[in-house]
């Protein structure tokens, strides 16, 4: 199983970015969905997720980020509005099957001032 992200560069602050995660290979009864991201110097933190039908956010990115999912193209997504220079991070994907934990590589996103 390999998670492809993409999506990332450099945005103005109060811009958009549309982040992409290809899953190739046979995931097994996907539990979840998830993006997460780490800061320089700082821990990786939980983004967004979804979990059935469910979604959940991080407090400083609610109302501004949404996830979503493709079943058919195996492919979540997360669409950034508003971004902000402390969104700036890798953004990883992730995915949660019953028979282990996927994550992406990790793309880039750089919001300037």
């Known amino acids: 199983v390999q998670l492809q992200a993409s999506g990332g560069g450099l945005v103005q602050a109060g811009g958009s970015l549309k982040l992409s995660c290809v899953a190739s290979?046979?995931?097994?009864?996907?539990?979840?969905m998830g993006w997460y991201r780490q800061a320089p110097g700082k821990q990786r933190e939980v983004v967004a997720s979804?979990?059935?039908?469910?979604?959940s956010y991080g407090d400083s990115v609610k109302g501004r980020f949404t996830i979503s999912r493709d079943s058919a193209k195996n492919t979540v997504y997360l669409q950034m509005n508003s971004l902000k220079p402390e969104d700036t991070g890798v953004y990883y994907c992730?995915?949660?099957?019953?028979?282990?934990?996927?994550w992406g590589q990790g793309t880039q996103v750089t919001v300037s001032s």
């Open positions: 992730k995915v949660v099957g019953i028979l282990g934990s996927y």
């Open positions: 290979g046979n995931i097994v009864s996907v539990r979840a």
């Open positions: 979804l979990n059935g039908g469910s979604t």
